[in-house]
């Protein structure tokens, strides 16, 4: 008999949960209150981001800490009366920074990007979107001179994880993005990153994919889940969905439909906006540049040259505080010939577990229900290896990489 399952998160990781579930024979039902890909699957820079295998807390993160408590630096706004009031969550971010857990949590951050390029890639063909991917990395840059050195120690460390990358001076900056500003030191071309030009569409057009399969894609908003006959059951304001298994890929929201279950699995947000310009005529960047010391993304896409701030840690549904993005549109100007004005200013949050790492897994104490969330600044990139893993253990096999690092049972009892 066919098994089935819904899937609560039409976002990357949703979509790609559901297609891998289908690869295995499951009739599985896509469930998300939006069109797929709306949300943070949609507002990201759009990097599959190979080489980021150094979550944000890790060691060196105590040495920046007292330059960010201000709320001055673009690469952090904390939200001081929450953070006081609710102190457990960013105490034990702080906690997971420390240099004894570094290695191990950069083995398994690996384990997940390693196959990001190639894995899209495929999917992308099969979704007819590859002309969406560009294969020409992505450009760190540094504005001072001590740049050189930091440039060199990442060349070196990516190295030693097989991961190629190319040290450049101005002149080599120039050479690979003429139309950059003559502002940056030193560079990183990460050759084994690749982008895409809308995050937004490639997740639309695997959902898509799913649904040519026989796929079906139901728009609701799930209220509660909670066990049924034979399997899980979920209310939506459309009407109950019912399955032999659930999988939770709600993103930033899979708190909200796990805590009436008494599970609390230590997800918290770390917010981040962009805005989108035009360049002025002429001026064109061929793939996703970093300025380090601004704490910005720019990557080109469809929409215009989309910019993407740093981390607010702030509430979820927190009205917008546009400090960081403010002060980033400033540095993009600088860094590039964009043309003044934007229509609007986008805000997501990035779906965060204190250690950094998603949380993939069956629940415990809960047989049957699937748990595909947590992949912070990397989710666009790892989506499509968290649906593997997530079939994969569903399904008794061997999944393509160790997914211990990422069990549920690390946060839920
Ligand atoms: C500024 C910024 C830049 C980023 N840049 C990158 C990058 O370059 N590369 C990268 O790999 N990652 C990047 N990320 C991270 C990445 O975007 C996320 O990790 C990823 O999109 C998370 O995907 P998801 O499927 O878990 O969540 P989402 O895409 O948010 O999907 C969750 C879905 O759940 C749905 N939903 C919520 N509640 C309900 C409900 N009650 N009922 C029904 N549906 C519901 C939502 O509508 C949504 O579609 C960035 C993030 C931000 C904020």
Redesign the pocket.
């Known amino acids: 008999m066919t098994r089935t399952a819904f899937v609560?998160?039409?976002?990357?990781?949703?979509?790609?949960c559901a297609l891998s579930l289908q690869k295995r024979g499951f009739a599985v039902t896509l469930?998300?209150?939006?069109?797929?890909?709306?949300?943070?699957?949609?507002?990201?820079?759009?990097?599959?981001?190979r080489s980021?295998i150094v979550p944000l807390n890790n060691p060196g993160l105590y040495g920046k800490i007292t330059s960010y408590l201000g709320n001055r630096h673009p690469a952090l706004n904390l939200d001081w009366s929450r953070a006081l009031t609710r102190p457990g969550w960013l105490l034990r971010f702080l906690w997971e920074a420390r240099a004894s857990k570094a290695a191990a949590r950069i083995a398994a951050l690996e384990s997940l990007t390693g196959s990001?390029v190639e894995r899209h890639r495929a999917l992308m063909a099969e979704a007819g979107v590859s002309h969406r991917l560009r294969e020409t990395g992505t450009l760190k840059l540094w504005r001072t001179e001590a740049g050189h050195a930091a440039a060199q120690a990442e060349h070196d460390f990516l190295k030693a994880h097989g991961i190629a990358a190319q040290v450049l001076d101005r002149q080599g900056i120039s050479g690979v993005e003429p139309a950059l500003k003559p502002i940056f030191h030193a560079g990183l071309l990460c050759l084994e990153n690749a982008?895409v030009d809308s995050?937004g569409a490639v997740?639309q057009a695997y959902a898509e994919l799913f649904r040519q399969r026989s796929g079906r894609i139901e728009k609701?908003?799930?209220?509660r889940l909670e066990r049924g006959a034979s399997g899980w059951r979920v209310a939506?304001a459309q009407g109950g969905f019912e399955a032999d298994i659930a999988v939770v890929?709600?993103?930033?929201?899979?708190m909200?439909?796990l805590a009436p279950l008494g599970i609390d699995p230590k997800l918290d947000v770390?917010?981040?906006?962009?805005r989108h310009f035009k360049a002025e005529p002429g001026a064109r960047l061929s793939r996703?540049v970093y300025d380090v010391d601004a704490a910005y993304?720019m990557?080109p896409m469809e929409e215009g040259y989309r910019v993407?701030?740093g981390v607010d840690l702030s509430r979820r549904d927190a009205p917008d505080n546009h400090r960081q993005i403010d002060q980033v549109t400033v540095s993009a100007q600088e860094a590039f010939p964009l043309e003044d004005g934007f229509a609007t200013t986008?805000?997501?949050?990035?779906?965060t577990l204190p250690d950094s790492l998603?949380m993939i897994g069956e629940a415990p104490r809960h047989p049957g229900l699937w748990l595909?969330?947590?992949?912070?600044?990397?989710?666009?990139?790892?989506?499509p290896i968290?649906g593997e893993i997530v079939a994969a253990l569903v399904c008794g096999e061997t999944p393509p990489v160790d997914p211990t690092p990422f069990a549920p049972g690390r946060y839920i009892g």
Not at 8 to 16: C, F
Not at 249 to 254: M, V
Not at 346 to 351: L, T
């Open positions: 609560l998160g039409a976002g990357m990781v949703g979509v790609s469930i998300d209150r939006r069109e797929p890909g709306q949300e943070t699957s949609y507002g990201n820079a759009g990097v599959l981001a980021s990001t982008s995050p997740t609701a908003d799930a209220q939506t890929a709600l993103g930033p929201w899979s909200d439909l770390e917010r981040g906006y962009h996703p993304f990557a993407t701030s986008w805000r997501g949050a990035r779906p998603p595909a969330f947590g992949n912070q600044h990397l989710g666009f990139s790892t989506g968290t």
